[in-house]
T-cell receptor, first 119, second 112 residues
Framework: AQTVTQSQPEMSVQEAETVTLSCTYD???????LFWYKQPPSRQMILVIR??????QNATENRFSVNFQKAAKSFSLKISDSQLGDAAMYFC????????????????FGQGTILTVHP | DVKVTQSSRYLVKRTGEKVFLECVQD?????MFWYRQDPGLGLRLIYF???????EKGDIPEGYSVSREKKERFSLILESASTNQTSMYLC???????????FGPGTRLTVT
């Protein structure tokens, strides 16, 4: 079974600075997807960024980028130029590549990291 | 925009009560999910539905059941609520490829 571990329960960053959230995972599969989700206080969880394991290039979405190290099974999220609106719980998640039909490719989540942004 | 709504943001129930949590999505998605979120444990899958009246158990189905009579609506049922079911419950629906999940706002359930 796949597992996802986020070893940092809480992180903090000054506004405009850069912060990196860590995530490691364990799997025997070679093809899969990794995700970072953001859950702001009292608001809905949204997808921040997605990485496909067969792609060597690290995914980037504006100020958010990942460092995907497949051999090390590591998937960290870097937030550049942090903003007050980045304060949230961040979840790392894993999904097998086979997600259709009854082989539903569930998401396996890490424990979450609470990010605080100081003005 | 995909919209996933849940019937209540906060709910307080007594031990032994039957509890219904409802989730509605407006994007004609076939797949819907119920998760439970607890501090230090992340999100854990309770049940999954891949079509109307079709369901699969997730990782922690004990004490829960589900109903999906219509494509847009997926209900989570606690037959006899217990205090250890106090938690945040999140519903999600999923597109076809690339199988993105969209989450509802969550229901914080307290069982006393």
């Amino acid at each position: 079974a796949q597992t996802v571990t986020q070893s940092q329960p809480e992180m903090s960053v000054q506004e405009a600075e850069t912060v990196t959230l860590s995530c490691t995972y364990d799997t025997s599969e070679s093809d899969y997807y990794l995700f970072w989700y953001k859950q702001p206080p009292s608001r809905q969880m949204i997808l921040v960024i997605r990485q496909e394991a067969y792609k060597q290039q690290n995914a980037t979405e504006n100020r958010f980028s990942v460092n995907f190290q497949k051999a090390a099974k590591s998937f960290s999220l870097k937030i550049s130029d942090s903003q007050l609106g980045d304060a949230a719980m961040y979840f790392c998640a894993y999904r097998t590549s086979n997600a259709g039909g009854t082989s539903y490719g569930k998401l396996t989540f890490g424990q979450g990291t609470i990010l605080t942004v100081h003005p | 925009d995909v919209k996933v709504t849940q019937s209540s943001r906060y709910l307080v129930k007594r031990t032994g009560e039957k509890v219904f949590l409802e989730c509605v999505q407006d994007m004609d998605h076939e797949n819907m999910f119920w998760y439970r979120q607890d501090p230090g444990l992340g999100l854990r899958l309770i049940y999954f539905s891949y079509d109307v009246k079709m369901k699969e158990k997730g990782d922690i189905p004990e004490g829960y059941s589900v109903s999906r009579e219509k494509k847009e609506r997926f209900s989570l049922i606690l037959e006899s609520a217990s205090t250890n079911q106090t938690s945040m419950y999140l519903c999600a629906s999923r597109t076809g490829p690339p199988y993105e999940q969209y989450f509802g706002p969550g229901t914080r359930l307290t069982v006393t």
